[in-house]
């Protein structure tokens, strides 16, 4: 029996063309051309919808909700197998965490892109998207949620990260690996997830900022955000989850005026945690009502403490524990 696979296209460098020497035009390819150009597989039904065409720097919540829309409304259809969302790269793993974050589903939904664009000498666009159709239907990965493929390799979307401007080998998984591999169309699946926490998530998402943190830094910034829109504020603190002694007495006006705070580790390994006494650890920080943000990277516990605020005024301080 042939199988059914939605492809959602939102543009990126994997729909684009070169508008002169050495400039691209993100997203000039529609889904129906993209699809054209590739040996897409014969005995897989791939249906292609355009949600839009950006840049994935032009992505952000209203995008990833509609985005997200898109893909309900496809997954509402019972002879649907498997989702595919291509999109560029630079943002691919945040709308990847937020799909996986925001939908529950047994089904897999595929996150992919392309560090060259389709006319490219050595591009990957093409064995990237067909990796992608034969992962998406693979039941292998039936409950893990969303994934990203890219280059052969099988990403959680929890943990994934952009770790190359250019090469090829754009993403990994720092101290987690892949899931698995994708080999002349047979996929492999060496390990997967044990849990996958799914969020329930208002239309519309809350402001919230990303503060990274230095050595010296004082509290302007975070003085600047509490006096502005934000709902929430995520820390991108050194080591454990440390920052600067200058930056306390901000930080505790921030949550006392109602702000979530959410320490994260600037770290590409390891968690945050209460290790030290001094000012501006995270044991002070938390001791004055700033939340542990586990292993999360800055920009996850942005989209994870978004999609929180989205449903409720408050944040637990347990809404970070480590997932699997």
């Known amino acids: 029996m042939n199988k059914k696979v939605s492809l959602i296209t939102t543009g990126g460098t994997i729909a684009s063309r070169e508008i002169e020497k050495g400039l691209l035009r993100s997203g000039a390819i529609s889904g129906k051309e993209l699809a054209a150009l590739c040996q897409l597989p014969e005995e897989i039904e791939v249906n292609v919808i355009d949600v839009f065409q950006l840049p994935s720097m032009h992505i952000g919540f209203d995008e990833m909700l509609k985005l997200r829309e898109a893909i309900e409304t496809e997954l509402a259809d019972p002879s649907v197998d498997g989702v595919v969302v291509t999109h560029g790269t630079d943002t691919l793993e945040e709308t990847a965490y937020f799909l996986d974050l925001t939908i529950e589903n047994d089904r897999t939904i595929v996150v992919t892109g392309s560090q060259r664009s389709p006319d490219d000498v050595g591009t990957d666009v093409y064995s990237n998207l067909r990796n992608s159709i034969y992962v998406s239907v693979d039941r292998t990965l039936a409950g893990v949620g969303t994934v990203v493929v890219f280059n052969e390799?099988?990403?959680?979307?929890?943990?994934?990260?952009?770790?190359?401007?250019?090469?090829?080998?754009?993403?990994d998984s720092f101290g987690h690996g892949y899931?698995?591999?994708?080999?002349?169309?047979?996929?492999?699946?060496?390990?997967?997830?044990?849990?996958?926490?799914?969020?329930?998530?208002?239309?519309?998402?809350?402001?919230?900022?990303?503060?990274?943190?230095?050595?010296?830094q004082d509290g302007y910034i975070i003085d600047m955000l509490a006096a502005g829109r934000t709902k929430g504020i995520v820390l991108e603190a050194a080591g454990r989850g440390q920052v600067s002694p200058h930056m306390v007495e901000a930080i505790e006006r921030a949550v006392q005026k109602g702000i979530a705070v959410v320490l994260a580790t600037s770290a590409e390994e390891g968690r945050v945690y209460p290790s030290y006494g001094y000012p501006g650890s995270a044991h002070d920080l938390m001791q004055k009502g700033v939340l542990l943000g586990s292993d999360?990277?800055?920009?996850?516990?942005?989209?994870?403490?978004?999609?929180?605020?989205?449903?409720?005024?408050?944040v637990g301080a347990d809404a970070f524990v480590k997932q699997g």
Do not use: M, W
Request: net charge positive; proline share 3%.
């Open 153 to 171: 390799r099988i990403y959680s979307a929890r943990y994934v990260k952009k770790v190359h401007s250019s090469n090829l080998q754009g993403f």
């Open 296 to 314: 999360y990277d800055s920009k996850k516990a942005r989209l994870k403490l978004a999609v929180l605020l989205s449903r409720r005024s408050e």
């Open 179 to 216: 899931l698995g591999i994708i080999d002349n169309d047979v996929v492999s699946v060496y390990q997967k997830p044990i849990t996958h926490e799914v969020l329930e998530v208002a239309e519309e998402l809350p402001r919230v900022d990303i503060v990274k943190c230095h050595s010296g």
